[in-house]
């Protein structure tokens, strides 16, 4: 199983970014997809997560503004990301854990290698 995360960037404060994650030899509609972040000095935190079923979760400091989804035909999951902090720069992780949504990282078993999302002030 391989994840492919992509779409980070430099973007100005209350900007917005959607970052993708595509997944081979995973189904995202099989298992479900998440996406974490880490910032320097910071322990990798729960981001967003979506189910086989397509329910969602979200972190509370990003709900009403990042939105998670899915492409089954693509294999990928997304997450968009409006109006953006310099509190959210961080390196976002995508992972595919267990069929059933989650915010443990423990539980997801593939990671992607990480895209740098930088927000300026």
């Known amino acids: 199983v391989q994840l492919q995360a992509s779409g980070g960037g430099l973007v100005q404060a209350e900007g917005s970014l959607r970052l993708s994650c595509t997944a081979s030899?995973?189904?995202?509609?099989?298992?479900?997809g998440g996406w974490f972040r880490q910032a320097p000095g910071k322990e990798r935190e729960f981001v967003a997560a979506?189910?086989?079923?397509?329910?969602?979760y979200y972190a509370d400091s990003v709900k009403g503004r990042f939105t998670i989804s899915r492409d089954n035909a693509k294999n990928r999951v997304y997450l968009l990301m409006n109006s953006l902090k310099p509190g959210d720069t961080a390196v976002y992780y995508c992972a595919s854990g267990p069929p059933r949504a989650t915010m443990y990282r423990q539980a997801y078993d593939y990671w992607g290698q990480g895209t740098q999302v930088t927000v300026s002030s």
């Open positions: 979506i189910g086989w079923n397509g329910s969602t």
């Open positions: 030899g995973r189904a995202f509609s099989t298992y479900s």
